[in-house]
């Protein structure tokens, strides 16, 4: 995204994983200061994983940098959406430099930031040095305390944790809106249009995307401005063979088009059953005409 000038704008900064309510948090702070001080609103996350590459090794990601975007529009109305690249080079910047940037870049005139923020070499840009930094150079700066459900606090590591283990009428309650797998269909093997139950396969748009446990979910499928009730299944299909490949399947309830290349958003809305391995494909398609009556219950369609 480019630099803006035109206004001064109120930076909510993070990574956002999830986008989830302790997030909601700085977004909602930087959207009512915006108001107050005459600025734009906008959230500053980063296209990569900081601890990814400060550590050298993938981490799980709940959503990738197109679903934070779309979410933070979607659901929190700020247009403003900055993916600033996150390299070696930015872990090594002096966090002074890094402050400095959003005001010379993105005409910040406040930033919001909760409270386990860190920036710069070494994470030496602590909250505490961050807001004397901002009233030294004229800017303001809100630090968000932590947000908690339930005595436990709202992290994007705990949620993803609940994802991996297909709870996720729990992680929906924790990020605030439904879990979200998107991506783009792909060619798959087509099992599912010889039983009568023609289905996607979905190929997420970040390859360290965290998956649900495997088995069964009523879930959303919105494409093309529709948003269509759906069966979704994560897994190996083991009743035609264990590749080994876990794979993201889901048949669209009373739909028949053609959907290969189109990008795709899942919404998760509840775990049916675990996967399992059934003795044909008579059994399997008796589950399956089951399993779509119990979404469209859940789904209330």
């Given at each position: 995204?480019s630099?803006?000038?035109d206004?001064k704008?109120v930076?909510a900064?993070?990574f956002f994983?999830g ?5 909601a ?7 009512r200061?915006?108001e107050?001080?005459g ?9 990569a994983?900081p601890?990814?590459?400060?550590t050298?090794?993938s ?5 990738s940098a197109r679903?934070r975007?779309?979410i933070?529009?979607?659901?929190f109305?700020?247009e403003t959406?900055i993916i600033?690249?996150?390299d070696?080079?930015?872990m090594t ?10 005001v010379a870049e ?7 930031i909760?409270h386990d ?12 040095k961050i ?12 630090v968000?305390?932590?947000f908690?459900l339930?005595?436990?606090?709202v992290?994007?590591?705990y ?9 996720i009428?729990r992680?929906?309650?924790?990020l605030?809106?439904?879990y979200?797998?998107?991506g ?6 087509k ?5 009568g139950?023609?289905?996607i396969?979905?190929?997420?748009d970040d ?12 879930t959303k499928?919105v494409?093309?401005?529709q ?5 979704t299944n ?6 035609f ?8 399947e889901?048949?669209?309830i009373?739909?028949n088009?053609?959907l ?8 998760f ?8 391995k059934f003795g044909s494909s008579a ?5 399956i005409a ?12």
């Open positions: 995204m630099a803006y000038t206004n704008a930076i900064l993070g994983d986008v989830h309510r302790g997030h948090e700085l977004i909602k702070t930087a959207k200061r915006a107050q001080i600025a734009l609103p906008a959230v500053l996350s980063f296209d994983s601890e990814s590459v400060v050298g090794r981490v799980p990601l709940i959503g679903t975007a779309e933070i529009r979607r659901l109305g700020v959406v600033y690249h996150f070696k080079s930015t910047m002096h966090w002074k430099e890094f402050i400095n940037s959003l993105y005409s910040a005139a406040h930033i919001v909760g923020f860190r920036c710069g070499y070494k994470g030496e840009g602590t909250p505490e807001s004397s930094y901002c009233a030294e150079i004229g800017i303001g700066c809100d968000v305390p932590k908690t339930e005595g436990i606090t992290s994007s590591t949620i993803r944790e609940l994802i991996s283990a297909g709870e009428e992680a929906n309650y924790f605030g809106h439904f979200i797998f998107a783009t269909v792909e060619d798959g093997r099992v599912g249009r010889h039983l139950t023609p289905t396969n979905l190929e997420g390859p360290n995307l965290v998956l649900p446990a495997r088995g069964v979910y009523a499928a494409f093309d401005n948003e269509r009730p759906s069966v994560i897994g190996i299909r083991p009743t063979g264990d590749s080994g490949n876990v794979t993201v889901t048949y669209i009373d739909y088009g053609d290969y290349g189109k990008y795709v958003r899942l919404e809305y509840k775990y049916l059953r675990p996967e399992k059994e399997l398609s008796a589950q089951a399993d779509i009556e119990t979404a469209k219950k859940v789904l209330d369609t």
